[in-house]
């Protein structure tokens, strides 16, 4: 069951971040599938570094090479979890730990890489199934402050950041509980008036946001300072040019036309997520390229819904052309992101698509395509060998690498087997 | 008594109507509308690939359905003259999914204001028309326990159901499945998460300590009270002529409960997370002479796995659910496969309406975490959740006799694009996906409606 390559090699190479560009890793023998690119059933990869140095069949081991033998095994690049809290929150009843919700309404300003905790038992729990980026943040009130891509190892906050600043969240306003039962986590306005306010209210605060912004520019064209900083507005900046995506947090097609709405007006670069109804304007989402992150799949959909809706959004959309990811929208249930993507392609999602979903499209939704996301040299060696597919739940990862590292495999979960596995009889 | 005698009587006369609808529901009203679905009296599945969960995976096997139980299973058999036929090529048989841990259909969950309300039933909350009871055959799952809420140590009287959608509650009802209580230990009865009110005080117990004090302290109550009965009836039969009627014991509707527990009549499902409570919880059942049927997430039953094999008790798992609360900390997915190996029969369960949904998903986690087999890992939503409630001689498996519950899939039910295609029970199909009201089909409905309309708007959502 576990395999003794595995094994081997974690005893032999603890995750070395830092001192990384003499390391050599080769991984040989692998049915490569690359997700860009043909898959090659007999292949090599070669890691210097970070980074893939080269990909093929037959290449020769560099000396000095880490070789991991990939014979029977089939080697995908690692999955990109679109949406989580991971780090920012341990066990869920205890507040002490958890950092997912700050007070007041607009928070700009927050970044949510400051309170990743590196060291979060969750975190080597979701890469040892495959998982290897994350995007992460917090999610309360209306703008709820910045959004981070990380790798899902490393010692300090920095040294796992990928992109430190990916995206705004702005939690598109909406009646508690929503359409679809998600007001666990909700908390918004308790009427139709109060939501219309808030979107009022977010109105106004991007008109404030712009004229800053365009304020200045102009001041620095005329090489004058600011009296003084507002940090809140200085972080609304690159939003207001464009710069820095937004992620608009929506259920309905009333709320994407909404979130939409304010994007034109603005000219905001938006992002979607959640988006139960999106198959409604699958058309208009493709042809504005607008997006969408999707999940978590584990939800139900509203009474007067068909049953499988949110199942079968994400199909849906592929096949509109519209670019989508998956998230589990927590930090428990990161592991089983590509069970999310299973379901979409059960209700009518192509099972490439919900792969490329899983990986390049995510990166490149997130500006990270020409890194992450695929098997090519020159792209960050973010690796998964397994048994085989991913999607599949009775797939084992064998072993994940990281920016390059073989990562342990091991976690909390093993630990505590291994130590009941051997409990005597009593 | 009488309710399962109705329950009976309506299973029987409301299949005999065939098309028949019941009053306000009409089979034309849309997509969504409640249609009983005809009484299959001669059902074949044909060419399929057979999942007993008893006895191994049968090939292009036959299943023969006579009056709703399950007359003939396996590799070429005579298809009987007259028989309606399901064709199974290319699809996966299983015994339809049981859920040990549901909530679903319950109108109230916990009456939490004492601390024994042993007294309360489910069974009177039910709800029949829940669109979820739909979505849940859509899932392949066609029973359901159905327990009262874990705020308190001793709670309601479960009601396990099928989900026979479209008829009147008391024909849901599983008849003769034997009755059940629920027990709970750990942070939900000591209500941490759930602090009191201002102006309301703490509920007794606070502790774990106290949890088994008061444990103890009912069934003491309990015995007491059976033998108060039994001195009462023993005074009645040797009455002699002439001599005063012995004054019977004051009724106690909690007390009956916990003596039909003490008398191994009904079932007690335990919620419980940490190895400490478990373990005391079966040593109090031991002391009191009796065996608890089933505990509820078990999230560190492997802990002491060998001690809830040796109590003959099972167990009711989450695949991998953990880190929700503090009592969910050491929860591991290897837990199911582990226990099982150490020999207590283990089930996967929803305890969501949600998670209901997707628990041959759920139960494939078993084979990645701990290398269950997939007879082992597909018992784990049927067989042994059967076993728990004490229904496996109707239900659980493609054995002849049975039931006839059972779920299709286009595909291997573990495989990533598993999707259930029809749910049957009693040998009446409840869902199908060629008839459900998919996405897709709104669609299609949503392009027509423009077409007809050449003026209207997208989508008109």
């Known amino acids: ?426 | 008594m009488t309710r399962t005698l109705i329950a009976a009587l309506l299973v029987i006369t409301i299949p005999a109507a065939g098309q028949q609808t019941t009053d306000g529901w009409d089979s034309d009203a849309g997509p969504l509308a409640v249609a009983i679905p005809p009484a299959g009296r001669l059902v074949a599945i044909t060419n399929a690939t057979i999942m007993t969960a008893s006895h191994g995976t049968i090939n292009n096997g036959t299943i023969i359905i006579r009056d709703g139980k399950i007359t003939a299973v396996g590799p070429n058999l005579t298809v009987p003259q007259g028989a309606e036929i399901i064709d199974g090529t290319g699809r996966y048989v299983t015994p339809g999914i049981i859920d040990a841990h549901s909530h679903s259909m319950a109108e109230g969950i916990n009456e939490g204001t004492l601390s024994s309300t042993a007294m309360v039933r489910i069974e009177d909350v039910l709800i029949q028309d829940r669109t979820s009871i739909y979505r849940q055959l859509a899932g392949g799952v066609t029973t359901l326990n159905i327990l009262h809420g874990s705020a308190n140590a001793i709670g309601g009287q479960n009601a396990v159901v099928k989900l026979r959608w479209g008829l009147p509650v008391d024909s849901m009802l599983f008849e003769g499945a034997p009755p059940g209580i629920k027990f709970a230990l750990g942070e939900n009865v000591r209500r941490t998460n759930n602090p009191p009110r201002a102006g309301q005080d703490r509920r007794y117990p606070f502790t774990r300590m106290g949890v088994e004090q008061f444990i103890r302290e009912r069934f003491t109550r309990a015995q007491e009270y059976r033998a108060a009965w039994q001195a009462y009836d023993a005074a009645r039969s040797n009455l002699r002529r002439g001599e005063a009627q012995p004054i019977p014991p004051r009724r106690d509707l909690e007390l009956d409960a916990l003596v039909e527990v003490l008398e191994g009549k009904r079932l007690v499902h335990a919620h419980s997370y940490r190895s400490d409570e478990i373990y005391m919880l079966l040593k109090v059942a031991k002391d009191f002479g009796f065996r608890i049927a089933s505990l509820q997430h078990v999230l560190e039953g492997y802990k002491v796995a060998d001690e809830i094999a040796a109590a003959g008790t099972g167990a009711s798992t989450f695949a991998d659910s953990w880190a929700y609360k503090l009592e969910a900390w050491d929860a591991i997915p290897f837990n199911a496969a582990l226990m099982a190996d150490r020999g207590v029969r283990v089930s996967i369960n929803s305890d969501s309406d949600e998670r209901a949904r997707r628990l041959y998903q759920e139960a494939a986690k078993a084979i990645k975490y701990g290398g269950a087999s997939e007879e082992e890992a597909l018992k784990m939503i049927t067989l042994n959740a059967a076993w728990q409630l004490g229904i496996d001689d109707r239900v659980g498996s493609i054995d002849v006799g049975k039931d006839a519950d059972l779920a299709i899939f286009n595909g291997h039910p573990f495989s990533p694009a598993a999707r259930v295609e029809m749910t049957l029970i009693d040998g009446r199909t409840f869902f199908d996906r060629q008839t459900a009201p998919t996405l897709d089909r709104l669609m299609r409905e949503i392009e027509q409606s423009k077409q007809a309309v050449p003026d209207s708007e997208e989508g008109s959502r």
């Not at chain 1, 998982?131 to 300090?156: C, F, H, Y």
């Open chain 1, 1 to 426: 069951m576990k395999s003794i390559l595995a094994l081997v090699c974690c005893a032999a190479l603890l995750p070395t971040v830092g001192a990384t560009q003499d390391r050599i890793v080769m991984i040989r023998g692998a049915h490569i599938v690359p997700v860009v690119g043909n898959e090659i059933p007999n292949g090599d990869v070669i890691i210097r570094g970070n980074l893939i140095e080269s990909v093929g069949s037959g290449l020769t081991t560099p000396p000095g090479a880490t070789v991991f033998d990939g014979q029977g095994l089939r080697l995908y690049p690692g999955l990109i979890n679109s949406g989580t809290t991971l780090g920012l929150e341990e066990i869920g009843s205890v507040p002490g730990g958890t950092d997912t919700r700050e007070l007041g309404n607009y928070n700009p300003h927050n970044l949510s890489l400051t309170a990743v905790n590196p060291h979060s038992e969750l975190i080597p729990v979701t890469r040892v199934n495959g998982i290897t980026s994350a995007v992460t943040g917090a999610g309360g009130g209306l703008v709820s402050g910045v959004m981070t891509l990380i790798d899902l190892n490393g010692w300090t906050t920095d040294e796992m950041a990928a992109v430190a600043h990916l995206a705004m969240r702005i939690n598109y306003p909406r009646l508690p509980g929503g359409r679809f039962g998600g007001g666990r986590r909700g908390g918004g306005p308790a009427n139709p008036e109060a939501v219309n306010r808030q979107v009022r209210e977010l109105k106004e605060y991007l008109g404030r946001a712009k004229t800053y912004d365009e304020t200045r520019d102009r001041m620095e064209a005329a090489g004058e300072t600011a009296p003084t900083m507002d940090l809140e507005m200085e972080a609304m900046r690159p939003v207001m040019d464009g710069r820095l995506p937004v992620l608009f947090e929506v259920t309905t097609a009333a709320q994407i036309r909404g979130a939409l709405a304010i994007a034109d007006s603005f000219g905001l670069k938006a992002i979607l997520a959640g988006a139960n109804e999106a198959w409604v304007l699958a058309d208009s989402l493709a042809s504005l390229d607008v997006p969408v992150i999707l999940g978590p799949l584990t939800s139900t959909p509203s009474d007067d819904d068909p049953y499988d809706m949110i199942y079968a959004n994400p199909g849906v959309l592929a096949k509109a052309g519209v670019r989508v990811a998956f998230r589990t929208n927590d930090a428990a249930e990161s592991r089983n992101l590509p069970y999310n993507a299973a379901l979409a392609v059960a209700y009518g999602m192509d099972p490439e698509e919900a792969l490329r979903a899983l990986t390049i499209d995510a990166a490149t939704i997130w500006g990270a395509g020409d890194r992450l996301g695929s098997i090519e040299p020159g792209k960050v060696a973010n690796l998964q060998l397994t048994t085989g597919d991913p999607l599949d739940v009775r797939t084992e990862v064998r072993q994940v690498f990281i920016r390059g590292v073989p990562i342990p495999m091991t976690d909390r979960h093993t630990d505590l087997y291994e130590e009941f596995r051997a409990r005597p009889k009593p």
